[in-house]
C-alpha cells in the first residue's frame, strides 16, 4: 500500500460499491450489519476492483460452546452472501484449535471440523497449535482442509516450512491476486511453549524483517496485488512489521494478545484484530488497483458476533455438541456459594479465588506441602457462579491437558520459583506489575518494582531456605514452562491426571464450595 495514503473517503468507497455502512464498529454493537448489502463491483476499465477480507483470531474456549463460534460461521455465511462470494475472502490469526473444554478428549479435531465448515483461505500457527506437541502440527494440517501459515519458521538454512504447514497462500477474488502469510513471533513460540525449536531443527526467523521480505517476493514474483500478513504476535509488533516494511504489506491481520483493535493504519500498513473467542468478525474491505499491484483505498470494521442478532450455524453446533455429549460437560459438579473469578485481570495480577480453589485441589489430592499454577493456565476470561458449577466450566476454565505432578524443593529453590513469575514494571513492562501465579498453602508479599518474594511462610511457618518441601504443580510448569526453572527438581509423583478432572473430583467430594482469597500480597 502506497505510504502517502492516509485517509479514507466515504465518497470513494461508495463509488466504489463498498457498504457505506462497513466503519470501525463500537465493542456493543453490530456496526450496521445487513444482509440485503450487496458488493456487485467487478474490475473495471481502469483497473480497480474491491475485495473483502474477512477475519477471526484466538477462537480458543469458544470451541467447545455452542455460541459464538457457531454463530461466527453463520455470519461469515451471511457477509460472503451480502458481499458477493467472488469478492469475499476470509482468513484466521492463530490460536484457533486450543484450549477448550474438549481439548482433553478431541485434541484439535472439534475446533478444525468448525474451522473447515467455515472454510478459510488460511489461518496462521500460533501457540496453541502446539498444545499438543511439535509433531500434532501436521496433524492439525492433515485435518484441515486449508493450509496453515508459517512463513519464518522455517528448516534451518532453508526457506522450506515445517511438519506440513506452508509458507503462505495465493487466492485470486474478484480478478485480484491476493496473498497471506503467516508470522509468529518468538513470544509466542519460544516463550509460550516448551518446544526447543532450534533442537527441531528449525528457525524462527525475525517477524520484522522475514515478514516485509517475504511480501516483497509475493508482489515481484508472484505478481500478488495485495499482501496480508496474519500474525500470531500482538499488536505491538504488528506495529513493528509495519514500520519495517517497504509498502508491500497491506493489512496485518493479529491473534495472541486478545486486544479489541478496529482497523487502523500504520506506517501505510492496515491493522486489525478482533479480541477473541470468537467475539468479533473482522471485515476489511479494499478497493485495489490491479495494474499498479496496489491498495488505493480501504475501511473496516469489527462486527460483534453476539450483537449481530445471527443464528448459530446448524451444522457447527452440531459438531460441537456431539463432542459435548460424549464427555457429560453439562453435569453439575458442584455448588459454588460465591463467584468464581476465572478472568484474566485477576489471575495474572493478584490472588483470586478460583486461583485458590484449583489449587487447594491440587494440594489435597498430592498431599504437597504447597501448589502452584501458572496464570495462563486458567482461560475463558469469566466469572462462574454463584450457582451450579458443572464440569463443562471446569474444562472451560483449564482446557489444557496438564497433568498433577508433585516436585521436591528446597525453601531456597521455593522462593526462586514464585520470583520467576513477577513482572516487574520497567521498560519491558508499561503495564501494571504481574505476579502471574495462583497458589496455595503459602503465603508471602511481593514487590513489583524489584521481583523480590519477602516475608515467606508455608503451611503458617517462616520458610526455611536449605528445609525440603513438596510441591505440586501441573506437567508444562515442572517441565519448565511460562519460566519456571523446575525442569531439574526431583520429581516424587507423576499422577497422569489431568488438573480439570483433580479439581472435578475435589468439587464433586463436597456438596459445596466457597473459596476465598487468602494472603498472597504486593508489598
Not at 474451522?115 to 485435518?143: K, R
Not at 482497523?263 to 492496515?270: A, D, I, M, Q, R
Not at 513469575?421 to 502471574?436: F, L
Amino acid at each position: 500500500m502506497r505510504r502517502i495514503l492516509t485517509l479514507v473517503l466515504l465518497a470513494c468507497v461508495v463509488t466504489a460499491g463498498i457498504p457505506a455502512t462497513a466503519v470501525a464498529a463500537d465493542p456493543g454493537t453490530t456496526g450496521g450489519v445487513d444482509a440485503a448489502e450487496t458488493n456487485t463491483t467487478n474490475v473495471t476499465s481502469n483497473h480497480t476492483a474491491t475485495v473483502t477480507v474477512l477475519s477471526f483470531n484466538d477462537i480458543q474456549t469458544a470451541a467447545a460452546q455452542d455460541g459464538n463460534f457457531p454463530r461466527l460461521v453463520q455470519l461469515v455465511e451471511e457477509r460472503r452472501t451480502a458481499l458477493g462470494r467472488d469478492n469475499t475472502v476470509l482468513a484466521g490469526g492463530g490460536d484457533d484449535v486450543s484450549p477448550h473444554a474438549l481439548g482433553p478428549v478431541s485434541q484439535w479435531r472439534v475446533a478444525t471440523s468448525v474451522l473447515n465448515e467455515m472454510d478459510p483461505a488460511a489461518d496462521v500457527i500460533g501457540n496453541h497449535e502446539f498444545d499438543f506437541g511439535y509433531d500434532a502440527v501436521s496433524d492439525i494440517q492433515n485435518d484441515s482442509e486449508f493450509p496453515w501459515l508459517a512463513t519464518n519458521v522455517v528448516e534451518n538454512g532453508t526457506d522450506d516450512p515445517f511438519q506440513n504447514t506452508n509458507s503462505y497462500e495465493i487466492v485470486e477474488r474478484n480478478g485480484v491476486r491476493i496473498g497471506f502469510i503467516g508470522l509468529i513471533d518468538e513470544g509466542a513460540t519460544y516463550g509460550k511453549t516448551n518446544i526447543d525449536f532450534a533442537a527441531q531443527g528449525l528457525d524462527v526467523r525475525n517477524v520484522s524483517e522475514a515478514g516485509p521480505e517475504a511480501a516483497a517476493r509475493l508482489k515481484s514474483e508472484e505478481n500478488v496485488d495485495v499482501v496480508v500478513a496474519l500474525a500470531h504476535t500482538g499488536i505491538g509488533d504488528a506495529q513493528e512489521i509495519a514500520r519495517a516494511d517497504d509498502g508491500n504489506i497491506d493489512a496485518i491481520l493479529v491473534g495472541d494478545d486478545e486486544q479489541y483493535y478496529p482497523p487502523e493504519e500504520t506506517s501505510g500498513t492496515v491493522i486489525s484484530e478482533g479480541q477473541a473467542r470468537a467475539m468479533y468478525l473482522g471485515e476489511l474491505n479494499l478497493t485495489v488497483d490491479t495494474a499498479a499491484n496496489d491498495v488505493t483505498s480501504w475501511n473496516g470494521r469489527l462486527i460483534n458476533v453476539s450483537a449481530s442478532g445471527v443464528a448459530a450455524n446448524e451444522t457447527a453446533s452440531d459438531i460441537i455438541n456431539g463432542y459435548r455429549a460424549n464427555v457429560s460437560l453439562d453435569s453439575a459438579a458442584t455448588y459454588s456459594e460465591v463467584a468464581l473469578d476465572a478472568r484474566f485481570s485477576t489471575n495474572y495480577h493478584e490472588e483470586s479465588n478460583y486461583g485458590n480453589l484449583i489449587t487447594d485441589a491440587m494440594r489435597e489430592r498430592s498431599g504437597a506441602d504447597v501448589a502452584i499454577t501458572n496464570a495462563g493456565g486458567i482461560r475463558s476470561n469469566g466469572v462462574y457462579g454463584p450457582g451450579n458449577i458443572t464440569g463443562g466450566d471446569v474444562f472451560n476454565t483449564l482446557p489444557f491437558g496438564n497433568t498433577l505432578v508433585t516436585l521436591e524443593l528446597t525453601g531456597a529453590e521455593l522462593e526462586e520459583t514464585l520470583e520467576s513469575q513477577i513482572i516487574e514494571v520497567g521498560p519491558d513492562n508499561s503495564y501494571d506489575a504481574e505476579i502471574s501465579q495462583q497458589v496455595s498453602g503459602v503465603n508471602f508479599e511481593w514487590n513489583g518494582a524489584t521481583g523480590e518474594v519477602t516475608d515467606l511462610h508455608v503451611g503458617g511457618e517462616p520458610v526455611d531456605p536449605e528445609a525440603t518441601y513438596t510441591l505440586a504443580t501441573n506437567n508444562y510448569i515442572a517441565d519448565g514452562g511460562s519460566g519456571y526453572p523446575l525442569e531439574n527438581a526431583t520429581r516424587l509423583n507423576e499422577t497422569g491426571t489431568i488438573v480439570a478432572q483433580v479439581v472435578i473430583d475435589y468439587m464433586q467430594e463436597r456438596d459445596t464450595v466457597a473459596p476465598r482469597v487468602e494472603d498472597a500480597r504486593s508489598a
